[in-house]
C-alpha cells in the first residue's frame, strides 16, 4: 500500500477496531469511503470537530469505520439527528451518509425539508438503485423494466432523481458523481462541505449482489463499466441528441446557488429573542 494511502488509513479509520468490513467484495461503498477521508483530509478538519451520522443500510455501516465523532441512527433518520446536532453546536462540521431508500423512501419528508429549509449540512447519498442489505427489493431510484426481488417480471415504477428532486426542494449545492469517478467525487465532496447551506452528493454506485446479478450486471467490473459509458457531464449533455440521453445521466455538479440558511437565520432569531439585535 502506498505511504499516503497508508497514512490516511492510520489517520482516520478505525482500522485496529472494526474491520475487516462487512460489505461485500467490490462493494462500491469502500470507495465512497476512501473518498470521504480523502476529502477530510483535503479540507483540514479536525476530526473531533467533524460529525457523520447514518441511518440503516449498507451505508450505514460508514460511519462504523471513520474515527470521527459518529451516530448510527435510525431508518430514514440521520438527518434529523444530524439536524439537532448542527443546531446545538453550529460550529461542527455535520455530513450525513445516506443510501437511496434510507434516504428517499422512509427517509423522504427529512431529505425534502432538510433540502427547503437549507440547513448547513452535507448529505452523501449512496445510490445503488436496491435494498441491498434487506434482500433486494425495488427502492424508488430502481429504473423502470429493472429486476429485484419485489419486481421479478420488470419494476412497473418509475424512479426519480434524487439530484432533481434536491435542487427542486430547495438545496444550495447538488452535485451526482460514480464510485468510477474517484477523482471527480473526492471534488465533489469537499466541495460540498465548503458550500454554507443543505449540499448534496447523489453517488452512483454498484451492488452487484442485489441489483447487479438480477440485471445481467454480475460483477463489479461490468458494473463500473456501465458507469462509466453511460455517465456525462452536463456540458457534454448540451451535444448530445435528446433521444440519445435517454439512458444516461449527468454528472459533476448540477445546482449551486446562493442563499440564506437555516442555521444563520435561527442564530439570528435566537439573538432577536435575547436581545442582542
Known amino acids: 500500500m502506498p505511504q499516503e494511502m497508508t497514512e490516511l488509513r492510520d489517520k482516520y479509520l478505525r482500522h485496529d477496531k472494526k474491520f475487516p468490513h462487512v460489505?461485500?467484495?467490490?462493494?462500491?461503498?469502500?470507495?465512497?469511503?476512501g473518498s470521504l477521508i480523502r476529502a477530510v483530509d483535503t479540507l483540514g478538519i479536525e476530526k473531533d470537530d467533524l460529525v457523520l451520522a447514518s441511518g440503516i443500510g449498507c451505508s450505514g455501516r460508514l460511519p462504523t469505520y471513520v474515527d470521527f465523532n459518529t451516530l448510527h441512527t435510525t431508518h430514514g433518520r440521520a438527518l434529523t439527528f444530524a439536524t439537532g446536532i448542527k443546531l446545538a453546536k453550529p460550529t461542527l462540521?455535520?455530513?450525513?451518509?445516506?443510501?437511496d431508500g434510507d434516504a428517499t423512501a422512509i427517509g423522504g419528508n427529512h431529505f425534502?425539508?432538510?433540502?427547503?429549509?437549507?440547513?448547513?449540512?452535507?448529505?452523501?447519498i449512496i445510490n445503488n438503485q436496491i435494498y441491498g442489505m434487506t434482500g433486494g427489493q425495488h427502492s424508488p431510484t430502481t429504473p423502470y423494466g429493472c429486476k429485484a426481488t419485489t419486481s421479478s417480471y420488470g419494476h412497473i415504477e418509475h424512479a426519480f432523481s434524487i439530484a432533481d428532486l434536491a435542487a427542486t426542494a430547495g438545496a444550495a449545492y447538488v452535485a451526482r458523481g460514480t464510485v468510477y469517478h474517484t477523482t471527480m467525487l473526492d471534488k465533489l465532496i469537499v466541495q460540498a462541505v465548503q458550500k454554507p447551506g443543505f449540499s448534496?452528493?447523489?453517488?452512483?454506485?454498484?451492488?452487484?449482489?442485489?441489483?447487479?446479478?438480477?440485471?445481467?450486471?454480475?460483477d463489479p467490473v461490468t458494473m463500473m463499466n456501465?458507469?462509466?459509458?453511460?455517465?456525462?457531464?452536463?456540458?457534454?449533455?448540451?451535444?448530445?441528441?435528446?433521444?440519445?440521453?435517454?439512458?444516461k445521466f449527468t454528472i459533476g455538479v448540477l445546482a449551486d446557488v446562493e442563499k440564506p440558511n437555516y442555521i444563520e437565520e435561527y442564530q439570528h432569531i435566537r439573538d432577536r429573542a435575547k436581545g442582542d439585535s
Open 112 to 124: 425534502i425539508h432538510a433540502a427547503r429549509r437549507n440547513l448547513d449540512l452535507t448529505a452523501i
Open 200 to 218: 448534496v452528493v447523489e453517488i452512483m454506485s454498484n451492488c452487484h449482489i442485489q441489483f447487479g446479478r438480477r440485471n445481467e450486471m454480475p
Open 93 to 99: 462540521t455535520v455530513m450525513a451518509v445516506m443510501g
Open 23 to 33: 460489505w461485500c467484495p467490490g462493494c462500491g461503498n469502500g470507495i465512497v469511503l
Open 226 to 247: 456501465w458507469f462509466k459509458e453511460h455517465a456525462v457531464r452536463p456540458d457534454q449533455a448540451d451535444n448530445i441528441a435528446p433521444d440519445s440521453l435517454d439512458d
